[in-house]
Structure formats: structure tokens, C-alpha cells
């Protein structure tokens, strides 16, 4: 199979504040985007030809991959101009279409070999992951039969399967068709789909869909994948050290260092770790794996860092410590930030999709921040806040839920908004709560 299509065009709301000034499919997995992990795998398997359908932030994708040949593979482009649903993103790649093709979607990624078997199937074919626990409200489940497709049952409506569809098919020419006979998605679970229902129509019309089972598959939905992801993704490639580093700094375990970055004396890295080009870490600092650091990443004196993603231009001043975060590109933390990763009492750790409450399901989870925050000095951040892009602080500040941005009245007054008081009441709750009630008193 030569050509893929991929859908790469949403907004990705669920993974604000990060998806604000950055599509999903370039979110930073193991050193380099997502999508680049994806091509890399699908190029692997036999694929040549890419038609990239892009939309939200779409010249952060065509100026990153261009035409794809510092790749060795061919990308055209094709923009969706409203974000109408996987299937409208296909249709408006017809015209460019070969007679069979992939369909890959952006945020999903699995091994090459499981992409080659689904390209060599026959007919038409879709790709499951097997889950232990599928979320009728989150997954599309698959009733699957002797490999075949037998239906998608309706979002919501139990099904007795551990196979969900994994945002890869193999196609021909009939899904656009198909796709025109589906009627127009009325909400946001509808729009994502909006491709099975046209698998749907083809089932209904008597044409086979066989099921490929993958090996291994990764899916980016919520922030804290993208640290979930880093486990299995890091180093991305056996890049070696092509910076410089310096004497009593210490390198151990998988670690990658691009060009032009220098790791100060005194530091010591625990890989697996990525650092980009133009970086400058040290002295004296801790970071440990699985952690991505991006490009032109400014790191002071006396900064621990644990299994985080740090994105470009961010800056980390001195005394700095931040564990299982996502730091967006051009951030600026102030001396002596402190982001909390656990709660006192040990309890999973809620944080926020979109500008809604939601369970992690993790009990270690830091900060995320958009693109561009700032934060003043001996700033300490709750576990799981989230920080919208743009949002600048004031030294000594202690932030915690939702922090969001605020337009300022006249240039250079800072936002008021802190966070919700209850998610600050409940977390010192559960300091009182595990603090001894009696014992020498600290000073």
C-alpha cells in the first residue's frame, strides 16, 4: 500500500491548554511529535505517498514536514476548513485519493509490522486494540466475529468485547459514498464517528470489513497520555551525544543530547531522556526519565526535574523542581517554582479536560501549562492545575485547579484568577488530615 491519508486536522480540545497554539498530532512524544513517530512507522510498512488533512494550527504540521522529503517520503496537504468529523476530514481528501488507501488518524499510534498486516489485507479492513476495560463513552467498540466487522454498536450501549476501533482502516474508493449517506453529526461524539458510520453503511450494503487485531497501540486523548506515552517511546532513536558535556556532569542509563546544547558540571541525568539542539542544562541539576526536553530549553542552577515533557524555548530558572508535567513551548518559571506531584494523603489525583473536572487515575501527576506562562518567584503549584496559555503570575504565589487566563485591562497588569478555593480546601484537608496531631513542633 503506497498512499495514506491522515487525519490531522482537530483542535484536540480535550488536550487544552496544550492543543491552544499547537495541533495534537505535533504534541512532543519521546523527543519529536507524535505525527513524526507515525510516518516514521507508516514508511517502515511500504507507505510512499501522504495526503495530510490539516485545520487547526495547520502551518505548525506544513512547516515541520514541508514536503516530506528530509524524510524520503512525499506529503501533499489538504486543509478542512470547518472541523466537521473524521469523515468529512476524508472526503476532503477524494480528489487526491488513490483507488485503495489508509486512513490514519493523527493522535494514534502502533508498531509497523501491525500497519503492514492491515495494509496487505484484500478487501476493506479496520485496526482494534484490545483493551482490558472499554469506555462505551469513550471507545468505539467493535462486535467482531471469526475477524470480520459485524457492527459498531451505538456509542454508550454495552457491547461483550475488549476490542475498540484503533483510528486505522484500509479503504477504497466506495467510503466516499458511503460517507454522503451519513447524516450530519449533531454532537462532538457523532463528528468522531462519523467514519465508522460510513463503515456502517457499507456493512448494511452487504460489502465484508475484516478486523485486524494491533500488537502494540498508543492513543493520545488526555494530557497525561502524553507522559504515559513517553514511557514507551523513549529515546526515540539511538542519536547518541552530539552536544557537549561537560566535566563531573554525568550521563546515565538511555540519554540523547542534540546539537549545540551543553550540560553543565554537577548535573546528572537518568535516562531514558531526550534533549533537543540548543539546550542549555546545569549546573548542578537532577532530571530524571522518562523526560522529554525540547529545543533551545533554558535550564538554571539547582533544578530537579522527574518525568516530564518540557516543550521549546521554555525557560526554568534556578532552584526549580517539577515531576510528571507538561511544560508548553516559550513557559517561563520563575526562581524556586515548586509543582507538587502527589497529594499528601496518597489518593488518585483530579485534574481538568477542557475547563471540566476529571479523574486521572493517576496518583502522581504535576502541572500543565499552555504555551507562554509565566510565573513569578517561590511560586508553588498544586498537583493536577492546569494553567491556560498566556497566563502570567505574581512572585510567591500558590496555584491550584483551574487557572485561567484573563484579558488584561492595560498592558502589563496581571490576571486575578487563582483557582477554585474548594479544590484548595479540599487538598489542605488532606494535609490536616495525615499530619500527626501530636509531635515536636517544626520551625
Known amino acids: 500500500m503506497r498512499q495514506a491519508v491522515v487525519l490531522a486536522a482537530g483542535e484536540g480540545r480535550r488536550m487544552l491548554p496544550l492543543t491552544a497554539t499547537l495541533p495534537k498530532a505535533m504534541?512532543?512524544?519521546g523527543g519529536k511529535p507524535l505525527l513524526e513517530h507515525l510516518v516514521s512507522r507508516a514508511k517502515e510498512a511500504g507507505v510512499e505517498e501522504f495526503i495530510f488533512v490539516v485545520g487547526h494550527k495547520k502551518e505548525k504540521i506544513t512547516d515541520h514536514f514541508c514536503d516530506g522529503s528530509d524524510l524520503g517520503i512525499a506529503i501533499d496537504y489538504v486543509v478542512q476548513e470547518e472541523r466537521l468529523g473524521t469523515g468529512h476530514a476524508l472526503l476532503s481528501a477524494e480528489d487526491r485519493a488513490e483507488d485503495r488507501f489508509l486512513v490514519l488518524n493523527g493522535d494514534v499510534l502502533c508498531d509497523a509490522d501491525s500497519i503492514k498486516r492491515l495494509a496487505e489485507w484484500e478487501g476493506l479492513a479496520v485496526a482494534a486494540a484490545r483493551v482490558e476495560e472499554p469506555d462505551p463513552e469513550r471507545n468505539s467498540i467493535l462486535e467482531?466475529?471469526?475477524k470480520a466487522l459485524k457492527s459498531v454498536p451505538e456509542r454508550g450501549k454495552p457491547c461483550p468485547t475488549h476490542l475498540i476501533y484503533a483510528g486505522m482502516c484500509l479503504l477504497d474508493r466506495r467510503i466516499f459514498d458511503a460517507l454522503r449517506a451519513v447524516p450530519d453529526p449533531q454532537t462532538v461524539e457523532d463528528q468522531e464517528r462519523e467514519l465508522l458510520a460510513g463503515l456502517s453503511t457499507l456493512l448494511a450494503e452487504g460489502e465484508p470489513v475484516m478486523v485486524t487485531e494491533l500488537e502494540s497501540w498508543i492513543e493520545i486523548v488526555l494530557p497525561w497520555d502524553v507522559l504515559k506515552a513517553?514511557?514507551?517511546l523513549m529515546p526515540p532513536d539511538t542519536r547518541g551525544v552530539l552536544g557537549e558535556v561537560e566535566a563531573n556532569a554525568t550521563l546515565s542509563g538511555e540519554v540523547a543530547v542534540g546539537k549545540g546544547t551543553i550540560i553543565r558540571s554537577g548535573t546528572y541525568v537518568a535516562g531514558p531522556v531526550v534533549i533537543g539542539d540548543g539546550c542549555d542544562i546545569?549546573?548542578?541539576n537532577f532530571i530524571q526519565g522518562p523526560t522529554s526536553i525540547r529545543d533551545d530549553v533554558h535550564i538554571g542552577n539547582g533544578v530537579v526535574i522527574e518525568k516530564s515533557t518540557i516543550m521549546e524555548g521554555t525557560e526554568i530558572s534556578h532552584l526549580c523542581r517539577l515531576g510528571d508535567s507538561l511544560i508548553g513551548p516559550g513557559c517561563s518559571l520563575g526562581v524556586g517554582t515548586i509543582v507538587a506531584n502527589r497529594r499528601h494523603d496518597g489518593s488518585a489525583i483530579q485534574s481538568?479536560?477542557?475547563r471540566s473536572r476529571a479523574e486521572t487515575g493517576r496518583r502522581s501527576l504535576g502541572a500543565v501549562l499552555g504555551e507562554g506562562v509565566k510565573t513569578g518567584?517561590?511560586?508553588?503549584?498544586?498537583?493536577?492545575t492546569v494553567i491556560e496559555a498566556g497566563w502570567w503570575g505574581r512572585p510567591g504565589e500558590v496555584l491550584w485547579g483551574l487557572v485561567q487566563r484573563s484579558e488584561p485591562k492595560e498592558r502589563g497588569e496581571l490576571n486575578e484568577n487563582r483557582g477554585n478555593s474548594s479544590e484548595k480546601a479540599e487538598e489542605e484537608k488532606a494535609i490536616d488530615e495525615t499530619r500527626p496531631a501530636e509531635g515536636?513542633?517544626?520551625?
Do not use: C, D, F
Open 144 to 146: 467482531v466475529e471469526e
Open 230 to 232: 513517553n514511557e514507551t
Open 440 to 443: 515536636p513542633e517544626r520551625t
Open 282 to 284: 546545569g549546573p548542578n
Open 27 to 29: 504534541l512532543p512524544i
Open 352 to 354: 481538568y479536560v477542557g
Open 377 to 384: 518567584p517561590g511560586t508553588i503549584i498544586y498537583p493536577g
